[in-house]
Nanobody, 124 residues
Framework: VQLQASGGGLVQAGKSLRLSCAAS????????IAWYRQAPGKEREALSC????????TTVDSVKGRFTVSRDNSRNTVYLQMDSLKPEDTAVYYC??????????????????WGQGTLVTVSS
């Protein structure tokens, strides 16, 4: 399945943005989906993951309480709601299928199936 993230843009600090992850080919229904980001000059980092049936979500502490992952399998789309955005949230955001949300952080070092990301720029 091929994924494409969208919904990025320029936003002021404190505002919200919702990113979407859609499958350009295939269906997302059977996959756990994770969100990642890569800020300029920094390593890619894991953010959040949602199981295929949406019963399980997990989010890293650094964005917990501000970022919320959800999905609508009827729309073949996974979302990342980002609230109270900060300038340090500026990054390219990616979504990816993962072999279980328990692994979405550990696979980061060797995952090579990155699709097109979406740029989020937060101005101060």
């Amino acid at each position: 399945v091929q994924l494409q993230a969208s919904g990025g843009g320029l936003v002021q600090a404190g505002k919200s943005l919702r990113l979407s992850c859609a499958a350009s080919v295939g269906t997302l229904d059977y996959y756990d989906i994770a969100w990642y980001r890569q800020a300029p000059g920094k390593e890619r980092e894991a953010l959040s993951c949602i199981s295929s049936n949406a019963e399980t979500t997990t989010t890293v502490d650094s964005v917990k309480g501000r970022f919320t992952v959800s999905r609508d399998n009827s729309r073949n789309t996974v979302y990342l709601q980002m609230d109270s955005l900060k300038p340090e949230d500026t990054a390219v955001y990616y979504c990816a299928t993962v072999p279980g949300c328990s692994k979405y952080v550990s696979i980061l070092s060797h995952y090579d199936g990155w699709g097109q990301g979406t740029l989020v720029t937060v101005s101060s």
